[in-house]
């Protein structure tokens, strides 16, 4: 895998294989996780402002070229960040185990689901792009 950090967490552009989607995603969830549970109230408070857009802006990124591979438009990251902040503490409520469901389908459409084979309207296919 040719690794490319920047084009994978500052843009948006192009599409993106499954192996390095899941990379990206597991290193913002786990960048995320060990900063809820370093940051103590205060310091959550002054940081959170600056961490959250910046993990969210990546987050929109990984993703957006996720659904491009899969064929669908970026704008379904807004409504799977949305989901995913929106469950990131426990479940409470109804809409919380609906946001969880449409979570479980992101999980299985981007994270197993193989891309569009050839190229499609958001570029040539990333895998075999890496092969040629």
């Not at 786990?30 to 549970?37: D, M, N, R, T």
Request: charged share 10%.
């Amino acid at each position: 895998m040719n690794a490319d950090w920047g084009a994978l967490f500052f843009t948006a552009d192009g599409r993106l294989a499954r192996t390095p989607f899941l990379i990206g995603a597991a290193v913002l969830i786990v960048l995320g996780a060990i900063y809820e549970a370093v940051a103590g109230v205060t310091l959550h408070w002054l940081t959170g402002w600056f961490v959250y857009p910046a993990l969210i802006y990546g987050g929109a990124c990984v993703l957006s070229k996720r659904l491009h591979d899969r064929g669908k438009s970026g704008w379904w990251a807004a409504v799977i960040l949305f989901a995913l902040v929106a469950v990131w503490q426990p479940p409470l409520n109804p809409a919380d185990v609906l946001l969880t469901v449409l979570l479980l389908w992101a999980t299985v459409e981007l994270g197993v689901m193989p891309g569009e084979q050839g190229t499609n309207r958001y570029g040539a296919n990333p895998l075999r792009t890496v092969a040629a």
